[in-house]
């Protein structure tokens, strides 16, 4: 498979609760993405890592979300103490960036959809 | 921070009828990607433009970047019941700094009646 694998596919669990989320990128990519899609909503920029480097945060990003991508191949999403609020699909994306105005195409993951009870 | 607005939300368009979504940034993109999701799925590439009022086609759509490179549209001609999904935007600010961050819009929700 030379997509971008993410897994769990769903996850359910209690408020209060931690979780944790997978993406494997394409493995020549060197940008890897977080995203996070409500329903009837676009994705909504969460991280990104070039290489193993986290170059980008979103400032609405709250201190219970944090990733990591060591070696610079797969990353993984912790959400520490959920809420119901962070009930959405969790989106992961890689991209083989070439410069400011290179191709910078996203290839997204099916996702991990989070349903906190 | 960038936002990144599209017109409209929702469009329900008779089978054989054109289709249009515009999708416009408060600040100037150094490139805009369009992205289709279909129901149930994930977003899946269309195309990047890149020049100051580049147009591109890809058989029955029509991709515009606007000459301040702040709007797009996207145009199908002759739709089809395989158009079904929500057509999404996405700019990269062209900040000069570097960065890779992509907006999307909202999306525009494509129906199609046969």
């Known amino acids: 498979d030379t997509g971008v694998s993410q897994n769990p596919r769903h996850k359910i669990t209690k408020r209060g609760q931690n979780v944790t989320f997978r993406c494997d990128p394409i493995?020549?990519?060197?940008?890897l993405y977080w995203y996070r899609q409500t329903l009837g909503q676009g994705p909504e920029f969460l991280t990104y890592?070039?290489?193993?480097?986290?170059?980008?945060k979103s400032r609405l990003l709250s201190d219970r979300f944090s990733a990591e991508r060591p070696k610079g191949s797969f990353s993984t999403l912790e959400i520490q103490r959920t809420e119901q609020g962070d009930s959405a699909m969790y989106l992961c994306?890689?991209?083989?960036?070439?410069?400011?105005?290179?191709?910078?195409?996203?290839?997204f993951g099916a996702g991990s959809r989070l349903t906190v009870l | 921070g960038q936002q990144v607005m599209q017109i409209p939300q929702y469009q329900h368009v008779q089978e054989g009828e054109d289709f249009t979504t515009y999708c416009n940034s408060s600040?100037?993109?150094?490139?805009i990607q369009w992205y289709k999701q279909r129901p149930g799925g994930h977003p899946v590439f269309l195309i990047q433009?890149?020049?100051?009022?580049e147009v591109k086609k890809q058989k029955r759509l029509t991709f515009q970047f606007g000459e301040a490179k702040k709007n797009s549209s996207l145009h199908i001609t002759a739709t089809q019941t395989t158009d079904v999904g929500t057509y999404f935007c996405?700019?990269?600010?062209?900040?000069?700094?570097?960065?890779?961050?992509?907006?999307f819009g909202k999306g525009t929700k494509l129906s199609v009646i046969p």
């Open positions: 994306a890689s991209s083989l960036g070439q410069g400011i105005s290179g191709a910078n195409v996203l290839t």
């Open positions: 890592f070039q290489n193993e480097a986290q170059l980008e």
């Open positions: 493995s020549e990519h060197n940008r």
């Open positions: 600040t100037t993109l150094s490139n």
């Open positions: 433009l890149v020049k100051s009022g």
């Open positions: 996405a700019g990269t600010r062209d900040s000069g700094a570097g960065s890779y961050q992509l907006t």
